[in-house]
């Protein structure tokens, strides 16, 4: 007999210390997320009046995107001040109402922090450029020009060009990863360090549950400025797009040096003295990145989670899901892992796999049920669960400087950081009664909240059905994984939890496949999750892009 589930409409995934362990967290970029004030940009007011909303959903934390005072040349991934919110999105009582009423509602709050680079307008380089000798002199990645005045190293910059920018103040080179107005700090500095865990600490003492950070493999850089060396030339890298001749070192001496570890673990401890708070690395590293967030996440005294670039590409298909899972269950044994389709750095997956699938509502729930059931916490990026899909926007509406300098090749992040969309018929989609930053794209207006809130049928509907679901199987938020073999497109794995257990079972082929159900499991189905997959003498059928989930005996 089929056994529906029964759907915990109310209280968190947990209360205790590992609340994080197989949490579902939602990514709101503030610039897009909701305006209050009629400017055209988002805010921390606008985001608090829709938290019901991503309450409603069925997730457990709400990542925040930077906030902080910025002069905006990367949109806020360019801190001039750390513990202040800039006044286009309000003020730091905002943030703090903001944060009681996640609380109120159930949601653990986590914010971006920029660690590895600050804007060229902080007072902390403002100090160091002046000369040689003041106390921030060595704050920051100064190096004296080559005999005949070139940059130290051949490192490049992830936004195009090298990563050194003359000075004139000092007649040296500086470091920046990214923009020129980005220099980097300079984590051999305990000095650096010993500030950037103290400003932590303010948004720790404001009540944050846990952190998000930004490029967690930059911190350090090589203390011997060597170069890096090429790829193949047949070879591009996957740090960047093959327009960016960032893609064409291998990148081993400008990133992810030994030296982070040690930080990481001061981090750590910094969290451990605040129970209950966690943080999630970002990992940009190449064909490195498994190794790298296995590194990072292992032995407890790290960071809790990282997350790589791994599924934000174009990989797909049975063979890719299951091999990158594997590899980092091999990998990171004591290690855990937070995956993701989609975030503000990279084209909405609704887009990325188009051409994979004749239906795109479809595929856009089996994506949605398939990352929720992988071992592992995952981020959901504002506007995910509604299918949005990437903004196809024209030279003249760019803003993102990456964007702007390798168009049209490369065009940027600007498509996926389009304004959120919440009610069809409004101007502007609800988001703002000003013209926004950027368009809001008319195919938006149809996939509103306005329209798919409380439709069974909705792609909405959906993640919210699977999200409440999977709150209520332990098996699924935190157990272990074993993947069964399979034939075709089709992904199979048991999650497990004491003496729980539940089959899960994926067509990733937009044509119907079956699945044989090993026999000695006792497996009986789920309904209710909005599959049509059937089980039928041992054999799991499947319509196109179809899912099955069966509780084991």
């Known amino acids: 007999m089929n056994k529906p589930f ?10 205790d210390a590992a609340w994080w362990r197989g949490a579902v967290i939602y990514q709101i970029y503030p610039r897009s997320f909701q305006d209050s004030n009629g400017d055209g940009i988002g805010d921390l007011p606008g985001i608090t009046s829709r938290l019901g909303y991503v309450a409603d959903l069925g997730v457990d934390a709400i990542w925040l995107s930077p906030f902080f005072t910025s002069p905006m040349k990367d949109f806020g991934y360019d801190v001039s001040n750390y513990r202040d919110v800039d006044p286009i999105f309000g003020t730091l009582k905002d943030f703090d109402d903001l944060v009681a009423e996640a609380h109120r509602l159930g949601l653990k709050v986590m ?19 002046k000369d040689k000798t003041n106390p921030k002199a060595d704050w920051f990645v100064w190096a004296d020009a080559r005999p005949d005045g070139t940059a130290p190293t051949n490192w490049l910059s992830v936004f195009g060009g090298p990563a050194w920018e003359w000075d004139s103040r000092r007649c040296q080179y500086y470091l920046h990863n990214f923009l020129a107005s980005q220099p980097d700090l300079n984590f051999h500095n305990e000095e650096v360090q010993a500030a950037l865990l103290d400003d932590v600490r303010f948004w720790l003492e404001r009540g944050v549950d846990g952190f998000r950070l930004d490029t967690v493999n930059y911190y350090f850089h090589d203390r011997e400025l060597r170069s890096n060396p090429p790829l193949d030339r047949e070879q591009t890298g996957n740090d960047a797009p093959a327009v960016n001749p ?12 030994p030296e982070n570890i040690g930080f990481l673990v001061k981090f750590r401890a910094l969290l451990d003295e605040y129970p209950g708070t966690t943080a999630v690395g970002e990992v940009g ?3 490195r990145s498994l190794d790298t967030m296995a590194a990072y996440t292992s032995g407890g005294d790290k960071l809790h989670m990282c997350y790589t670039f791994d599924f934000l590409g174009s990989g797909y298909g049975r063979d890719f899901f299951r091999g990158t899972l594997e590899t980092f269950e091999t990998k990171a044994q ?10 503000h750095d990279v084209i909405r997956h609704a887009t990325r796999f188009a051409d994979r699938t004749s239906d795109p509502a479809r595929m856009a729930k089996l994506l949605g049920s398939l990352l929720l059931s992988f071992r592992g916490s995952a981020c959901l990026y504002q506007g995910e669960e509604l299918g949005l ?40 989609g609800g988001f703002s009664t000003a013209k926004p930053w950027l368009p809001v794209p008319q195919d938006h207006l149809a996939r509103a909240p306005s329209v798919q809130v409380g439709d069974s049928a909705s792609i909405h509907a959906h993640y919210r059905r699977f999200l409440h679901f999977r709150r ?3 098996a699924l938020f935190s157990g272990e994984i074993e993947f069964l073999e399979s034939e075709g497109d089709v ?8 003496n729980e257990a539940i089959l899960c079972v994926f067509n990733l082929d937009p044509e119907p496949a079956a699945f044989a159900v090993p026999p000695h499991l006792s497996v009986t189905s789920i309904d209710g999750l909005g599959f049509t997959a059937t089980l039928t003498g041992g054999v799991v059928n499947l319509g196109p892009e179809d899912a099955f989930y069966g509780r084991v005996a």
């Open 6 to 15: 029964a759907a915990p409409l109310t209280a968190p995934l947990t209360s």
């Open 111 to 129: 914010i971006d922090q920029v660690l590895s680079h600050t804007s060229d307008q902080h007072p902390w380089f403002a100090e160091s450029r």
């Open 246 to 257: 960032y893609g064409r070192q291998q990148h081993i001496y400008d990133k992810t040096q």
């Open 285 to 287: 590293d190449g064909d």
């Open 334 to 343: 004591s290690g855990w892992p937070c995956w993701a389709w989609s975030n």
């Open 389 to 428: 899909t990437e903004a196809d926007l024209a030279y003249e509406d760019l803003v993102d400087p990456y964007g702007i300098r390798f168009w049209p090749e490369f065009k940027g992040r600007d498509g996926c950081r389009t304004p959120m969309v919440w009610e069809s018929g409004a101007p502007y």
């Open 472 to 474: 209520g199987e332990p």
């Open 491 to 498: 992904l199979a794995f048991l999650r497990k939890s004491g």
